[in-house]
């Protein structure tokens, strides 16, 4: 039969491990709360930064939205602004 020193020194060991084994779990579980957390956050940071893109590419005037950067000089085409043709001519005559 094993002596009361060893049996309270089993014990105390069970308890140990019980109580480290709850800390350790508790501690797995935050972290990954957290992680999940800063997922969702960088989603919704990626969300926003696309929806600012297409939101200012949408607001461009009609000049920038050329692939050259320049105007539309041919009347038939059917992005061709006037205003913005006569503004360019009026710049080249100064």
């Known amino acids: 039969m094993a002596s009361t020193g060893v049996n309270v020194l089993r014990y105390s060991a069970l308890g140990a491990g ?3 084994g709850m800390y350790h779990q508790a501690k797995l579980t935050s972290a990954a709360k957290l992680a999940a957390i800063n997922r969702e956050y960088e989603h919704k940071q ?3 930064e696309k929806a600012k ?3 200012s590419k949408s607001k461009l005037p009609a000049s920038a939205k050329t692939e050259s950067g320049g105007i539309i000089r041919d009347p ?3 992005r061709f602004d006037l205003e913005a043709y006569l503004n360019v001519v009026d710049a080249e005559n100064l």
Request: negative net charge; hydrophobic residues 40%; aromatic residues 24%.
């Open 18 to 20: 019980i109580f480290y």
């Open 46 to 48: 990626q969300l926003i």
């Open 53 to 55: 893109a297409e939101y």
């Open 76 to 78: 038939n085409d059917s």
